[in-house]
């Protein structure tokens, strides 16, 4: 079984983090029965300094460099995604893509419509590739613009809506289509560094998210259950809250 991650700068994430990508792996790597590889074309996190993905400090340095593969950038959304997720797939040879995008989207390229269009696109790409992969997506979650920004929080919420439409419409037997439930309890001044990107909390609620769709609907790995790293709680090597 071969996962593949794709997202924007939640996923990535820069420098001294964990990311949510370790927090699942730690949970494949104690619950999934059977083989399974990370796949994927790229393994950096982003440097703020650099301003470019070219870090590889992650805040375990045990944390396998197989497993550390993804497909995700610092602001990039659905509409660059899409075009690239059909040789992504054939050449990585994925089974299932865990997929965490549209918040980039909506904010900096494209409204609601257009952005449920390009996940749909994604969508169809990645089947032309393998018909019969299988996909998880989430929503676009709480963020601290919405927070204060009503018609952006209206353009989230309809996007929402409209990506829970496409998976409805583009679900099959062959290759199903999930839609994660939204981190319950997510809470902006706890559970991120500066009201978007996760901190060591959010980390597991996102990682959560993901496990706990494929466990429930396909019963792939099991519940999920936090996992400390070696090194936590972990607050230092995480971002201060801004």
Known sequence: MRFMFVGDSMTIGRAGDYTWRYRMWQHLATTFEGPYE???????????????????????PAFPAEARRHLSGWGEGWLHMAPVIREAVATQRVDILLVSLGLIDLGFYTDSTQTAL??????????????????????????????????FAAECDRFNELLAKAVADLDTASSPVLLASPPQSYALDTDTYDGTHPGPTGEHKLAAAFADTMHQAWGLGGPYGVTAGPSEPGAAHQHPLV
């Open 118 to 151: 390009n996940a749909r696109r994604f969508m169809t790409e990645a089947r032309a590739a393998n018909p019969r992969v299988r996909m998880v997506l989430l929503p676009v979650i709480p963020n601290i613009r919405a927070r204060s920004d009503a018609p």
């Open 38 to 60: 990370i796949v994927g074309p790229r393994t950096e996190l982003y440097d703020t300094a650099a301003n470019a993905p070219v870090s590889h400090t992650y805040a375990d």
